[in-house]
């Protein structure tokens, strides 16, 4: 049966997003407000000390990755709540952006069952270099020691 415009606009689960997006909208100009205290706090210290405190930065990162996170629920990408319904989000290193875990994945998803323990994900990471390691050295060297075939004759 399909659903109609009534259907629609009487379904709570459509007013209750409405109410969380209205939320986020506010988190998420606070949020870039303090990144923008972070940037000049960050930027008055490397003008006076000539460099940035490593705490601030890690701290502006998560941020950011928090930023993503509001942006990307409230433009409909993800099912996925952000902080405080999911754990702050932790932008390491190589994970400048924090990537969402898919919303199946989630401990609090639900469709799991009790019996099923909680699915781990880890973020999507920016894809390495490859070609450099010592294993991809020493594979190119046994590669070049093995002796060519001579093509075959074209004319045969």
Sequence with gaps: MEKTLVDH???KTTWIRLAK????GVILWVVRFIIGIVAVVQWLLLLTTGSTNPRLSSFGRSLGSYDYQIAAYLSFHTEYMPY?????PWAGPLDPMGELPAPESRSDSPDETE?????????ARKPRKTGT?????????????KPETPPESEGA
């Design 9 to 11: 606009l009487s379904a």
């Design 21 to 24: 997006m209205i939320l986020f």
């Design 133 to 145: 390691g010592a294993a991809t050295r020493s594979r190119r060297k046994a590669a070049d020691a």
């Design 84 to 88: 405080p319904f999911a754990p702050w």
């Design 115 to 123: 019996s099923e323990p909680a699915k781990k994900t880890t973020p």
